[in-house]
């Protein structure tokens, strides 16, 4: 009987989280959705930094790298190729893919610290990189969608029709990125739930244990690298698309630092805490700049907030959702 | 089930904060009986942030016009967005600008690439784009494609034919290094230099560029001297103008420099020539053009322009009155107040546009004597005279007469 409950109020939850998703952006400004858009890119970041470090545990300050393979892969099919800009995000997420399979190469050797290392120089080195083939990704200056193509980008005069329903640009690109986040969201628990899932986390317990159960190391932590890849390229083929815009300047390894920070601040080795590491992420910077404009003072209070979240959260967010709903699950889950 | 009662609450309460109401829209965004409201994009933090004080000279122009009754009983409010002389932010707040804040006209936006990547989507939403702080061509000539962008200052390719003319004729020997950065706003200055040498042209021995996310431009300097030129133009911002007269010091080398007009104001200057930076005779004897007064420069001291200036700065703190950028800023800012006035008692987006392409005004308090602000429907370069000037013992002194460059 509490198991029909349990399974009933879940439904619920997931029916509320959906009606939540479908309506929100009649409840705000036109503006805002465009802001929740972005934190829905955050949002798809974390997920899949979370299966590589959360379940994996492999860590990796690389993925704002791999955020810049999928928004450039996006950028230049538009503006080179004239794709329409949302048949990009599948090819994004492939080549990310790829490149996060090659950078996961080097975690067959290193681990903790010395693979946070490695991939930390990739993200540093990136910016340098886009600039070295000007050809390709327009150099310093980057890509500007609206001036080469603008009849690729969607929604250019503000509005955009999908089945004959008519919506503003900024709803249009909050719907196409939770629906995309929502989805990713749905994958990625299905994979934790699964057998991938169970060896994942025992290649982050012990690499020993799992190798003497008949665990793969090389193929699980290549497999993570490149999955895990897919997500950053998706989420930053919708950076671009949202922009309108690929520059160096919107990849520099501070994007890698803020996915992080939104992995760990939603808590890693969980996965519903992450939507709150993606608000985190996106409006923490705005709300310090309302404590005080002066310089200096919002970055002291963005500092300050991280701090205080580990301090008081060190599960993160996850960790605190499963507290607060630790009586109820007890109650549902124990036979009376 | 309690929880449940608690999460449905916390949801309703969150829903309730999340709740914005919106405004009511007027006829003309941005325009009610009592204020019009504009806003634009500066860099007031990062690489750039020298050029804030564009924006808050325009700002306390405002403030000045306002405390005298506005334009047509209508007070205007010019908010300031900074895009950190980032591209991809200033699409984001500008977009802010138009379609949270309602304003009526995106006005003073600073940067080439950066009105450059906002450009398409102002003219697709018609919303206009008025007197963009840049001087690429592309704002004055192209206005076929974009009919709803405009600039302001005199544009880069005239200033570096300028300067092209003049080396040629005063001297035809010498051996000519270029220090431009590498985007649109470079390229149109050695554009223009190229053009003004004409037959010429072979005295550039060497040209270098910089990005502007580059820590320095040192390297750029030691090429240029390995070239053995001995007259360096300089077609950088501030930060990498004052660094090029650093590293020539410090290779022990005085070439002749010209330095454009974006970095040419005397504080530029002063802090260019303090001896801890790059010292007085390093920076002795530089060549740029200017058109507007300098409020340093005591030849303006009872100007009564310069006394306008100084009233204004007296009531707007948080800016240094030394700086020209203000009077840069308080100039733009007193032809969009032209432009307003002459836009009709209910100024729309059409109307506002039509007045900002038929401009003639001779009383700009700013400008130069003699300097116009003419625009008329085939000619958008709202700023098209000049004089040339030269650093001497510490400040800028004029010589020759104003010209036309175009």
Redesign the interface.
């Known amino acids: 009987m509490r198991r029909a409950l349990g399974i009933g ?1 879940w439904l619920l939850a997931v029916a ?1 989280a959906l009606a ?1 998703f479908a309506f ?1 952006p009649h ?6 959705s ?1 802001d929740l858009a972005r934190a829905g890119v955050f949002f798809i970041a974390i997920v899949g930094l979370n299966l590589l470090t959360g379940y994996t545990g492999q860590i990796s300050l690389g993925h704002g790298a791999l955020m810049a393979i999928g928004g450039y892969t996006t950028a230049a099919l538009v503006v080179h190729e004239h794709w329409r800009d949302v048949w990009t995000i599948p090819l994004a997420g492939i080549a990310a893919g790829i490149i996060g399979f090659v950078i996961g190469l080097p975690a067959l050797r290193l681990s903790g610290i010395y693979l946070a290392l490695a991939t930390f120089g990739f993200a540093v080195a990136m ?1 340098s990189l886009l ?1 070295k083939f000007s050809g390709l990704t327009g ?4 890509l ?1 969608f ?2 080469s193509s ?1 009849q690729q980008v969607t929604g ?3 509005s955009v029709t999908i089945f004959g329903h008519s919506m503003t640009q ?1 709803h249009f690109l909050y719907y196409l990125t939770w629906s995309i986040g929502i989805f990713g969201f749905a994958f990625a628990w299905l994979i934790v739930r699964g057998r991938l899932g169970r060896v994942f986390r025992a290649v982050r317990d012990s690499e020993t244990a799992a190798v003497s159960s008949g665990v793969n190391l090389a193929a699980t932590k290549t497999l993570a690298f490149a999955l895990s890849g897919v997500y950053a390229g998706v989420a930053g083929a919708l950076l671009a698309i949202q ?8 990849f520099t390894f501070l994007l890698s630092i803020l996915v992080l920070v939104g992995a760990v601040v939603g808590g890693l080795g969980s996965l519903p805490g992450l939507l709150l590491g993606a608000l985190f992420v996106q409006y923490l910077p705005s709300l310090s700049t309302h404590v005080s404009s002066r ?1 200096g003072v919002p970055d002291f209070v963005y500092g300050a907030a991280i701090i205080a979240v580990m301090i008081l959260l060190p599960t993160g967010a996850g960790g605190l959702l499963r507290r ?2 630790r ?2 699950t007890t109650w549902l889950y124990t036979r009376p | 089930m309690k929880r449940t009662l608690y999460l449905a609450t916390a949801l309703a309460g969150a829903l309730a904060l999340a709740t914005v109401a919106s405004g009511q829209r007027a006829a003309t965004p941005g325009v009610t009986s009592t204020e019009v409201v504009i806003g634009g994009t500066i860099p007031m933090t990062g690489v750039a942030s020298a050029y804030k004080t564009v924006g808050l000279g325009a700002a306390a122009y405002f403030r000045y016009v306002n405390a005298h009754g506005g334009v047509n009983k209508r007070k205007i409010r010019y908010i300031i967005r900074d895009d950190q002389y980032d591209p991809a932010q200033t699409i984001g707040k500008t977009r802010e600008l138009v379609e949270q804040d309602h304003v009526f006209a995106i006005f003073n936006s600073l940067g080439t690439e950066h009105n450059l990547a906002t450009r398409p989507y102002l003219n697709a939403v018609k919303v206009p784009q008025l007197f963009v702080a840049s001087g690429a061509t592309t704002w004055g000539k192209d206005s076929k494609q974009w009919p709803w962008t405009i600039g302001y200052q005199p544009n880069y390719r005239a200033e570096g034919t300028i300067y092209g003319r003049y080396v040629a004729k005063t001297t035809p020997k010498a051996r000519l290094g270029v220090l431009y950065q590498n985007d649109d706003y470079g390229k149109d200055l050695l554009a223009g230099l190229r053009n003004g040498l004409g037959k010429k042209k072979k005295l550039i021995v060497s040209t270098q560029s910089y990005n502007v996310d580059d820590p320095d431009v040192q390297s750029q300097v030691a090429r240029l001297k390995a070239a053995r030129s001995n007259t360096v133009m300089v077609f950088a911002t501030p930060k990498f103008a004052i660094q090029s007269y650093v590293y020539a010091r410090k290779l022990g080398w005085r070439p002749k420099v010209y330095v454009n007009t974006v970095s040419s104001a005397s504080n530029v200057m002063g802090i260019a020539a303090s001896p801890q930076v790059a010292g007085k005779k390093q920076v002795e004897g530089t060549i740029s053009i200017v058109f507007l007064k300098d409020p340093t420069d005591p030849h303006w001291t009872r100007d009564r322009g310069i006394k306008l200036y100084r009233t204004v700065m007296k009531k707007f703190k948080g800016t240094n009155p030394k700086d020209v950028y203000n009077v840069y800023g308080m100039s733009v800012a007193h032809t969009f107040v032209e432009a307003l006035k002459t836009a009709g008692k209910n100024p729309t987006r059409d109307s506002i546009m039509r007045a900002a392409t038929h401009l003639n005004v001779h009383n700009d308090p700013f400008l130069l004597p003699g300097v116009i602000v003419r625009t008329t429907a085939g000619d958008r370069f709202p700023l098209d005279q000049a004089r040339l000037e030269r650093w001497h013992k510490g400040r800028w002194v004029t010589f020759g007469g104003l010209f036309r460059v175009r």
């Open positions: 109020l509320a939540l929100l409840l705000m400004s036109d503006f805002h465009r910016p600039k150099g310093t200056q980057g500007r609206l001036e603008p250019l005069t503000g900024n922009d309108e815009i690929v520059n160096p300047l919107s310089s607060v709903a009586p109820l």
